[in-house]
């Protein structure tokens, strides 16, 4: 199970990601649960200065801009 | 190398359409077609080429230039910074937070904000190819000018205490971001992205940009902006900054207007005055800012721009250029 956070305030680029980071897991099998951070204070707790940004289990891996989606498949497949 | 833009307007509007190339339709489709394929084609090129480059340009590293700077310098290169670095109206909130938070002061932070939607190179390279080097030259100086007053005016007045008190309570984490060295695919990669990311969030202004453009250049008669809209009409200036006003778009679409506007007859000075006025004083941006201004401080905010927006207007008319 991976736990993905996407960083950002509600704009379109972030609603993208958390949809394409869903669509790919579910596309992959792989079981994930994705959690959008709307709170700036706690979005700026992982120094995210441009969203949306993706934490994957606890760790921030992606800012500014909605990731590709071969990255986001390298995210689900990595352990 | 910009004529077969033109050329293909010519084969669509008078050909495909047989439009007769006198009448105000065929001028209409003519600009339309022209500016769409040319404005389009410039700026997937110009946003993949960037891209390529700049994917080491970030906020988070403008931080770090701009931390422990003298004030001069960083309001200097805050807004040569905020011409370069990509980013986007959304993110203003995290950006604001954490510049404020690593000590950059509010000035120079605001500076960032004013210039970094007015001059870009997007916007650059669009001016140059629709309206000439002199222009893109004039617009990208006083964007500058603008930023760097603007902070500087801010800092001066200790409007810091018109920030949001919890700002100043927030603590940032480090960033933490794997940092090898990208590769070229990597670069390839990102530079695609950004082109589908930032024409996903500008197509449509900059459709409606070259529309009305269209509109203005087919239908509007010759002489009727030089009537209202002339370098004898001194109201003319503070219209053009209200008018921009509620009219939000960014930087690309608003330049065919310009292009049709000029074409009109309409001054420069009052071109560049609701050009900057339709860019930077924006509603939206005005309300992801509330997050961390007070209503205070947005509204000397907007009236600053107004007030220069109107100075720069009546500066260009005057030199005439």
């Given at each position: 199970m991976k736990e993905f956070k996407v960083l950002g305030p509600g704009c379109r680029s972030c609603q993208l990601t958390a949809e394409m980071v869903q669509r790919e897991a579910d596309r992959l099998g792989v079981e994930v649960v994705v959690e959008k951070v709307t709170d700036m204070v706690e979005i700026m707790r992982y120094g995210v200065?441009?969203?949306?940004g993706v934490v994957l289990d606890g760790t921030l891996v992606h800012t500014g801009g909605v990731p590709h989606v071969r990255t986001v498949r390298e995210w689900l497949k990595s352990d | 190398m910009f004529r077969m833009f033109t050329r293909l307007a010519d084969v669509v509007a008078?050909?495909?359409?047989?439009?007769?190339?006198?009448?105000r339709s065929a001028a209409a489709v003519h600009f339309f077609v022209e500016d769409v394929t040319k404005i389009f084609a410039l700026l997937v090129t110009v946003i993949f080429v960037m891209g390529l480059f700049r994917s080491m340009l970030s906020p988070e590293r403008v931080r770090v230039y701009l931390e422990g700077r003298s004030r001069w310098a960083a309001y200097v290169m805050a807004v040569v910074l905020g011409a370069v670095t990509p980013f986007c109206s959304c993110s203003s909130v995290p950006l604001f937070i954490g510049f404020v938070e690593a000590g950059i002061p509010v000035g120079a932070t605001m500076a960032f904000l004013i210039t970094s939607p007015m001059v870009n190179e997007v916007a650059v390279v669009l001016l140059f190819a629709l309206l000439g080097w002199k222009l893109t030259v004039l617009y990208v100086a006083t964007g500058l000018v603008v930023g760097i007053a603007g902070g500087a005016l801010i800092d001066t007045l200790r409007l810091e205490r018109w920030v949001e008190e919890y700002v100043w309570k927030i603590r940032v984490g480090a960033v933490d971001l794997p940092g090898q060295r990208p590769t070229v695919a990597i670069r390839i990669r990102y530079a695609w992205g950004q082109v589908r990311e930032i024409l996903d969030r500008i197509w449509a202004y900059v459709l409606v940009g070259i529309g009305l453009g269209a509109v203005l250049h087919g239908y509007?008669?010759?002489?009727f902006f030089a009537r209202y809209a002339g370098a004898a009409n001194p109201l003319a200036v503070p219209l053009a900054v209200i008018a921009g006003v509620p009219m939000y778009s960014n930087a690309s679409g608003v330049i065919p207007v310009a292009e049709a506007l000029l074409g009109k007859g309409v001054p420069v000075g009052t071109v560049l005055a609701l050009m900057m006025s339709v860019v930077a004083l924006s509603l939206p941006e005005m309300i992801i800012l509330r997050k961390v201004l007070t209503v205070r401080m947005l509204a000397f905010f907007a009236g600053y721009l107004a007030v220069s927006f109107v100075a720069v207007g009546y500066l260009f008319n005057a030199i005439q250029l």
């Open positions: 200065m441009r969203t949306p | 008078y050909g495909w359409l047989g439009l007769d190339p006198a009448t509007v008669p010759q002489d």
